[in-house]
């Protein structure tokens, strides 16, 4: 997509010049609309449960961007010949009730028949222009927190393979609805916010190359402080993974640099594409710790200190295990 011809304008914030969550246009010197889209077809079995994961997942690039999301307009695809219209009104009702969680307003929607389900949300929110979040701009010395375990995408596949029993599957769906509206409304009472962006279908370190790359700074992740579901370990030595872990894996692998003492497995959770993941944060050292301990204590149980931003190697990401 980066070959498309961009359009330049002066209120333009952000377009689609990086990889960035989302694009922002601002509106005035104090207001600026921040707009993004994602749908998807089912990664779970439950309907309601799949209409909550879809507005989740897509609000999350308002909140890694220092947004409110405000309204949503849905877009949905469903073989109305084939399969039961309750179905279509459960997974309406599950993105539904995540909005009004969220407090963001459902506005309208356009669908369209096909032979896959697909659901997700276009959304609008906003923000002041000064004070937008960028997933660039994080500091020699900036501390990195994860704010939610990885491996969705693992459980998913294992799900569909009949393997991953009902309390890791519960622990992966909690997960995927579970907004980082408060992870994020706790970021910005730290005024010095450096960086941020959501984790999802790029993986780990797929997103988290997109914060360095072609930038004056590197990225070090201690591999064994970032969280991942219990029990999934096996999975991932039987190979029981999504296809796009390997996509993203040879996409990304020639700008991480992995120490020998980092087990394949471990590598690979990194690579999982995630649906509706945490927020990674970068910012100063100084003030790391005091926003962990107020997530902990605002139930964000798994939020952690993953890494830190160094000086070198430029643009790349160095992978260390103790």
Known sequence: MRDLPLISDPNLIVGMEHAEDAGVYKLHDDLAIIQTVDFFTPIVDDPYTFGQIAV??????????????LTAVNIVCFPVKTMDMSILRQILQGGLDKMRE???????GH??????????????????????????GGKVGDKLILTKPLGTGIVSTALKAGLAD?????????????????AAELMLEIADINACTDITGFGFLGHACEMV???????????????F????KEFVEKEIVPGGLERNRQYRSQFIEVAPACPDWLVDILFDPQTAGGLLIALPESHAAT??????????????????????PKGKIRLICP
Request: with cysteine; glycine share 10%.
């Open 56 to 69: 989740t997942n897509a609000l999350s690039d308002v909140y890694a961007m220092g947004g409110k999301p």
């Open 102 to 108: 969220a407090g963001v307003l459902l506005i309208g």
């Open 111 to 136: 669908s369209v028949e096909d032979e896959e389900p697909k659901y997700g949300v276009s959304v609008v929110g906003v923000v002041h222009p000064d004070r937008v979040v960028f997933n660039r």
């Open 166 to 182: 009902e309390a890791l599957v519960a622990e992966s769906t909690k997960c995927m609805t579970t907004l980082n509206r408060k």
């Open 213 to 227: 790359e072609d930038s004056d700074v590197g990225m070090l992740i201690h591999a064994s402080s970032v969280p």
């Open 229 to 232: 579901f219990p029990g999934i």
């Open 291 to 312: 926003l962990i301990d107020r997530m902990h204590a605002d139930g964000i149980v798994e939020a952690a200190i993953v890494g830190e931003i160094i000086s070198e």
